[in-house]
C-alpha cells in the first residue's frame, strides 16, 4: 500500500454493517464504543480477549484470524500484532476492503483521526497516520476554541438549508448568507457596548 499519497477525508455510515474487529486487547477494545454508537455490527476476532471485550455488547470468535472472518465485512479494524495485521491487510485488500490499521500504517487503507463532537458537528483530523499524538493534541485544541452555544449555530443553518433548497440558492451564494445569519444572532444580544459578532477577537470566526 501506498502511504505517501495524498488521503480522501470521509465520514462512514456502518448503521448495520458488519464491522470486523481483528485483536483481543485494550487497544482493539479502546475501538468498540465509538463502532457501537454508529450502529456497527461488531465482530471481534481472537484467540484471547480481554476483559474490556468480553463485558462488551458485541459478538466475539475466540480463534485465530482467517481470510473467511471478513466475509460481509464492510469495514476492518486490525488491532493485533504486525504479522497478523498485515495477513489482515493483504485479505482485505483482495476483497476491496478498506482497513484501519491501528499504529500500524503500513498495513493500513483507512485511518482514524482525533474527532471533535459536538451539538451535532463532527470534525476529524488527520496526520495522515504518522503523528496521531499530534492530531490528539489539535483535537483538544480545536474542542477548546469551539463557540459554547454552537448548537444555535446548527439550528440555523438546518433552517437556511431548507430555505437555500426552496429559493434554490446557488452553492455559492449560501456561504456568505450564513455568516450574516450567525452574525445576526449576536446582534440580539447589543445592550449599548460595542456589538460581538461572529468575526469579533472574542467569537470564533468563520472562514470565508
Same mark, same amino acid.
Given at each position: 500500500m501506498d502511504i505517501d499519497s495524498p488521503l480522501f477525508p470521509t465520514f462512514l455510515k456502518l448503521h448495520g454493517r458488519?464491522?470486523?474487529?481483528?485483536?483481543?486487547g485494550p487497544v482493539a477494545a479502546s475501538k468498540l464504543s465509538s463502532l457501537h454508537a454508529a450502529g456497527a455490527d461488531l465482530l471481534v476476532v481472537a484467540p484471547q480477549v480481554c476483559e474490556a471485550i468480553r463485558s462488551a455488547d458485541v459478538v466475539v470468535r475466540r480463534k485465530f484470524f482467517e481470510?473467511?472472518?471478513?466475509?460481509?465485512?464492510?469495514?476492518?479494524?486490525?488491532?493485533?500484532?504486525?504479522?497478523?495485521?498485515?495477513?489482515?491487510?493483504e485479505e482485505a485488500e483482495r476483497r476491496k476492503i478498506f482497513v484501519n490499521a491501528v499504529d500500524d500504517p503500513s498495513n493500513?487503507?483507512?485511518?482514524?483521526?482525533?474527532?471533535?463532537? +459536538? /451539538?451535532?458537528?463532527?470534525l476529524a483530523?488527520?496526520?495522515?497516520?504518522?503523528?496521531? !499524538?499530534?492530531?490528539?493534541? &489539535?483535537? @483538544? #485544541?480545536?474542542d477548546y476554541?469551539?463557540?459554547?452555544?454552537?448548537?444555535?449555530?446548527?439550528?440555523?443553518? +438546518? /433552517?437556511?438549508?431548507?430555505?437555500?433548497?426552496?429559493?434554490?440558492?446557488?452553492?455559492? !451564494?449560501?456561504?456568505?448568507? &450564513?455568516? @450574516? #445569519?450567525?452574525?445576526?444572532?449576536?446582534?440580539?444580544?447589543?445592550?449599548?457596548?460595542?456589538s460581538s459578532t461572529v468575526e469579533d477577537v472574542d467569537q470564533p470566526e468563520l472562514v470565508k
Open positions: 458488519r464491522v470486523v474487529v481483528v485483536g483481543g481470510p473467511a472472518d471478513l466475509d460481509g465485512a464492510w469495514f476492518v479494524v486490525a488491532a493485533a500484532p504486525p504479522a497478523v495485521n498485515r495477513q489482515v491487510a493500513a487503507s483507512a485511518y482514524l483521526g482525533g474527532v471533535v463532537r +459536538r /451539538e451535532g458537528v463532527t483530523i488527520s496526520t495522515d497516520g504518522a503523528a496521531p !499524538a499530534l492530531a490528539g493534541l &489539535l483535537r @483538544e #485544541a480545536i476554541m469551539l463557540p459554547g452555544d454552537l448548537a444555535r449555530w446548527q439550528v440555523r443553518a +438546518r /433552517e437556511l438549508r431548507a430555505s437555500w433548497r426552496a429559493r434554490q440558492v446557488p452553492m455559492e !451564494a449560501r456561504r456568505p448568507e &450564513l455568516l @450574516e #445569519a450567525l452574525n445576526a444572532l449576536y446582534e440580539a444580544r447589543r445592550s449599548g457596548e460595542r
